[in-house]
């Protein structure tokens, strides 16, 4: 007898639907698997035959056939074993066929039958809802992740047993999930921006980073404050949406780290990778690819403290995404995509002794200097819109304080210079100014003939490039918009001239 029942599995960070099917039929006994499994799948076997047996279910001596369609996605993870083992008890007559028809279901079995959590639930219940399915069955350690969604009855199961009873019932007793009420959570940094004494423009500079979604390169003496600096700035972003919170999620849920005590990503994220961080860990990988630090940290923050200490290659592996917000990873068992779209930050010393251009403390040599800069490739250096340099801050300032805006204030500030670009961009498939490209610049980013004059005559002296150009542009726009100005003045343009250090030096 042949029957099929709907699950679902994790490729990558997306999902697909797959259909489990059992033949049972009379003849050599035995079990095989087919449907391009990975040996982890294979094992279910073992898995669903003791769990059913220790269910109290007996298994006769026939021909067992399960095939796992489609057939050309490799398929990985212990999620198939629940659905195999349903659509044994149906071949077997133990289940109507009626009760498992358009119900997805996911879950790993023990030996003893109980129903253990696994990842990439809340994905999988995500393809049901789109699916259109009629009921989802998961672990019942799972369950915490799903909450908020809502559109499809959802029953979280402990054991076989419990599996078998509810099928008895009118649609498995289920009802509709309500999806949880959504509540923002704000994200709490360890100090506020008014506690930052000194260092104005560096603060200014990362109120227009996020913004503007433009990335910051913070050069500075050891002790300047870069790395507070950093850590305060997933402060003054907006609360996530819940639909950023459950696309993030997703991803999170898909990587496997998600737990009952942290069922959901709902602040920002804002990943910090150590400077020994591998190109494999950082863009993502693995035989059957896992996200790397630059999919974590989509919609958030991807903060590398120390930037000449990473090595090259692993600074390479960020070029393509910090241009096109995404990755692309090949392997033998398919070609992946993750998102990576995020805020890029980093921070660095000037110099291998960290007290440069302070040459009291010091020593370094201008090679020494050099080298240590050259150490970052032009076109890692080329992707930052704003760069700023940051000197210690006098004993006198840091005690008399002047009191700057609270992170909450500049929280409001960013999020209303979201909207207003939110509102511009609307069905341009543009979300921020940091992201505009090539012709959307000209449009966007018209000033008034004195800021045009003032760009062109930095343009000559300064020797810019066309990339550097832009950027300017992009990051007056932003300036513009913090100010609600609908128009980029010289004002504008001149500020966002201020923060290229990098142009002003040659290192
Ligand atoms: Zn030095």
Same mark, same amino acid.
């Given at each position: 007898?042949?029957?099929?029942?709907?699950?679902?599995?994790?490729?990558?960070?997306?999902?697909?639907?797959?259909?489990?099917?059992?033949?049972?039929?009379?003849?050599?006994?035995?079990?095989?698997?087919?449907?391009?499994?990975?040996?982890?799948?294979?094992?279910?076997?073992?898995?669903?035959?003791?769990?059913?047996?220790?269910?109290?279910?007996?298994?006769?001596?026939?021909?067992?056939?399960?095939?796992?369609?489609?057939?050309?996605?490799?398929?990985?993870?212990?999620?198939?074993?629940?659905?195999?083992?349903?659509?044994?008890?149906?071949?077997?007559?133990?289940?109507?066929?009626?009760?498992?028809?358009?119900?997805?279901?996911?879950?790993?079995?023990?030996?003893?039958?109980?129903?253990?959590?696994?990842?990439?639930?809340?994905?999988?219940?995500?393809?049901?809802?789109?699916?259109?399915?009629?009921?989802?069955?998961?672990?019942?350690?799972?369950?915490?992740?799903?909450?908020?969604?809502?559109?499809?009855?959802?029953?979280?199961?402990?054991?076989?047993?419990?599996?078998?009873?509810?099928?008895?019932?009118?649609?498995?007793?289920?009802?509709?999930?309500?999806?949880?009420?959504?509540?923002?959570?704000?994200?709490?940094?360890?100090?506020?921006?008014?506690?930052?004494?000194?260092?104005?423009?560096?603060?200014?500079?990362?109120?227009?980073?996020?913004?503007?979604?433009?990335?910051?390169?913070?050069?500075?003496?050891?002790?300047?404050?870069?790395?507070?600096?950093?850590?305060?700035?997933?402060?003054?972003?907006?609360?996530?949406?819940?639909?950023?919170?459950?696309?993030?999620?997703?991803?999170?849920?898909?990587?496997?780290?998600?737990?009952?005590?942290?069922?959901?990503?709902?602040?920002?994220?804002?990943?910090?990778?150590?400077?020994?961080?591998?190109?494999?860990?950082?863009?993502?990988?693995?035989?059957?690819?896992?996200?790397?630090?630059?999919?974590?940290?989509?919609?958030?923050?991807?903060?590398?403290?120390?930037?000449?200490?990473?090595?090259?290659? /692993?600074? $390479?592996?960020?070029?393509?995404?910090? =241009?096109? %917000?995404? *990755?692309?990873?090949? #392997?033998?068992? !398919?070609?992946?995509?993750?998102?990576?779209?995020?805020?890029?930050?980093?921070?660095?010393?000037?110099?291998?002794?960290?007290?440069?251009?302070?040459?009291?403390?010091?020593?370094?040599?201008?090679?020494?200097?050099?080298?240590?800069?050259?150490?970052?490739?032009?076109?890692?250096?080329?992707?930052?819109?704003?760069?700023?340099?940051?000197?210690?801050?006098?004993?006198?300032?840091?005690?008399?304080?002047?009191?700057?805006?609270? /992170?909450? $204030?500049?929280?409001?500030?960013?999020? =209303?210079? %979201?909207? *207003?670009?939110?509102? #511009?961009?609307? !069905?341009?498939?543009?979300?921020?100014?940091?992201?505009?490209?090539?012709?959307?610049?000209?449009?966007?980013?018209?000033?008034?003939?004195?800021?045009?004059?003032?760009?062109?005559?930095?343009?000559?002296?300064?020797?810019?490039?066309?990339?550097?150009?832009?950027?300017?542009?992009?990051?007056?726009?932003?300036?513009?918009?913090?100010?609600?100005?609908?128009?980029?003045?010289?004002?504008?343009?001149?500020?966002?001239?201020?923060?290229?250090?990098?142009?002003?030096?040659?290192?």
């Amino acid at each position: 007898m042949f029957r099929k029942v709907m699950s679902a599995t994790i490729v990558g960070v997306n999902c697909i639907s797959v259909q489990v099917e059992a033949d049972v039929r009379n003849g050599l006994p035995g079990f095989s698997m087919v449907g391009y499994l990975s040996s982890r799948v294979r094992e279910a076997q073992e898995r669903v035959c003791t769990a059913l047996r220790n269910s109290g279910f007996s298994f006769p001596a026939k021909h067992i056939t399960v095939n796992l369609s489609p057939a050309d996605v490799k398929k990985d993870g212990t999620g198939f074993d629940l659905p195999i083992a349903a659509a044994l008890l149906s071949a077997l007559g133990y289940l109507d066929f009626a009760c498992l028809e358009n119900v997805c279901m996911a879950g790993e079995l023990s030996l003893s039958g109980e129903v253990k959590g696994i990842r990439g639930i809340l994905p999988i219940v995500d393809r049901a809802v789109k699916e259109k399915c009629r009921l989802c069955i998961i672990p019942k350690e799972n369950a915490k992740e799903v909450e908020m969604i809502d559109g499809i009855p959802i029953l979280a199961v402990e054991n076989m047993r419990e599996f078998t009873d509810y099928a008895g019932l009118k649609n498995w007793g289920a009802e509709r999930n309500p999806g949880k009420k959504w509540e923002e959570e704000n994200y709490e940094s360890e100090w506020d921006f008014c506690e930052i004494a000194g260092q104005e423009a560096a603060k200014e500079a990362a109120v227009i980073a996020a913004a503007g979604f433009h990335n910051l390169l913070m050069i500075g003496t050891k002790g300047s404050g870069k790395t507070m600096i950093a850590k305060s700035i997933p402060g003054i972003f907006p609360c996530l949406s819940k639909e950023e919170a459950m696309e993030i999620s997703g991803i999170y849920s898909a990587a496997g780290l998600l737990s009952q005590e942290k069922p959901l990503i709902k602040i920002r994220p804002f990943r910090t990778p150590h400077h020994t961080i591998s190109p494999k860990a950082l863009a993502g990988g693995g035989q059957m690819p896992r996200p790397g630090e630059i999919t974590l940290a989509h919609k958030g923050i991807l903060f590398l403290d120390e930037l000449p200490e990473f090595s090259r290659s /692993t600074l $390479e592996v960020l070029r393509q995404p910090l =241009e096109e %917000h995404k *990755i692309c990873i090949s #392997r033998v068992s !398919g070609n992946f995509q993750f998102p990576a779209d995020f805020l890029f930050i980093a921070a660095m010393n000037a110099c291998p002794c960290g007290y440069y251009p302070d040459r009291n403390k010091c020593s370094c040599s201008d090679t020494e200097v050099a080298k240590y800069m050259g150490k970052i490739s032009g076109p890692i250096l080329d992707r930052f819109d704003l760069c700023t340099e940051m000197k210690q801050v006098p004993k006198e300032k840091i005690w008399k304080k002047k009191k700057g805006k609270t /992170t909450c $204030e500049l929280r409001e500030m960013v999020k =209303e210079t %979201h909207e *207003i670009q939110k509102d #511009r961009y609307k !069905g341009k498939g543009v979300s921020f100014n940091g992201r505009l490209q090539g012709k959307e610049i000209e449009k966007y980013c018209q000033t008034s003939r004195e800021g045009e004059k003032l760009l062109q005559r930095a343009y000559e002296k300064m020797h810019l490039s066309v990339r550097a150009y832009h950027k300017i542009l992009k990051t007056a726009r932003t300036i513009a918009d913090l100010e609600k100005s609908e128009k980029i003045e010289v004002s504008h343009i001149s500020k966002a001239m201020s923060f290229r250090a990098l142009d002003k030096k040659d290192w």
